[in-house]
T-cell receptor, first 112, second 115 residues
Framework: QQQVKQSPQSLIVQKGGIPIINCAYENTAFDYFPWYQQFPGKGPALLIAIRPDVSEKKEGRFTISFNKSAKQFSLHIMDSQPGDSATYFCAAWGNQGGKLIFGQGTELSVKP | DGGITQSPKYLFRKEGQNVTLSCEQNLNHDAMYWYRQDPGQGLRLIYYSQIVNDFQKGDIAEGYSVSREKKESFPLTVTSAQKNPTAFYLC??????????????FGEGSRLTVL
């Protein structure tokens, strides 16, 4: 119940494409769902996050879609660029547990 | 600038040796965490600490030990009991409790290789 399942494991798109990364969770006590972006050799950094009381959040070219009933959420990257090539992690947080549970990660490559 | 500093960035160790990874933060955060990253397995929680002089085991604590004697510091020791220690180790911090949005701030990691 503490798991967050992420897919796909890797993704290759052409510049301008719209990569979509999906995540699913089981624990309904989770109340914060962030996405982290990690470049090679660096630590992850917060990209965008959503709470379950909204169905969509957009920041620049990055959009989170959230389906509370299905317990799924996804990241869409509009007009993807080679600089977006990185590993993306979804995560889930519940204050009761006091820790962030991460998905397995998606390695995204955007080809020029 | 405020942030999290991990050292060393790269570390090589012989089998049977203990090694300690340093993590220091000047963000005045109460909570600190250690994650292990392996390809295809995401970030797995080793230990975390919500407050000085207190810490809890994460999902993969076996073969690791930590201490939290100061708010700013949360060192991780990889002991010889850890069967597969070669990995990328990430330290993070956050504001715990109700003020916490769940955002973690990460260091740049330490890559440990056992020869």
């Amino acid at each position: 119940q503490q798991q967050v399942k992420q897919s796909p494991q890797s993704l290759i798109v052409q510049k301008g494409g719209i990569p979509i990364i999906n995540c699913a969770y089981e624990n309904t006590a989770f109340d914060y769902f962030p996405w982290y972006q990690q470049f090679p050799g660096k630590g992850p950094a917060l990209l965008i996050a959503i709470r379950p009381d909204v169905s969509e959040k957009k920041e620049g070219r990055f959009t989170i879609s959230f389906n509370k009933s299905a317990k799924q959420f996804s990241l869409h990257i509009m007009d993807s660029q080679p600089g977006d090539s990185a590993t993306y992690f979804c995560a889930a947080w519940g204050n009761q547990g006091g820790k962030l549970i991460f998905g397995q990660g998606t390695e995204l490559s955007v080809k020029p | 600038d405020g942030g999290i500093t991990q050292s060393p960035k790269y570390l090589f160790r012989k089998e049977g040796q203990n090694v300690t990874l340093s993590c220091e933060q000047n963000l005045n955060h109460d909570a600190m965490y250690w994650y292990r990253q392996d390809p295809g397995q995401g970030l797995r929680l080793i230990y975390y600490s919500q407050i000085v002089n207190d810490f809890q085991k994460g999902d993969i604590a076996e073969g690791y030990s930590v201490s939290r004697e100061k708010k700013e510091s949360f060192p991780l020791t990889v002991t010889s009991a850890q069967k597969n220690p070669t990995a990328f180790y990430l330290c993070a911090s956050s504001i715990p409790g109700q003020r916490n949005t769940g955002e973690l701030f990460f260091g740049e990691g330490s890559r440990l290789t056992v020869l």
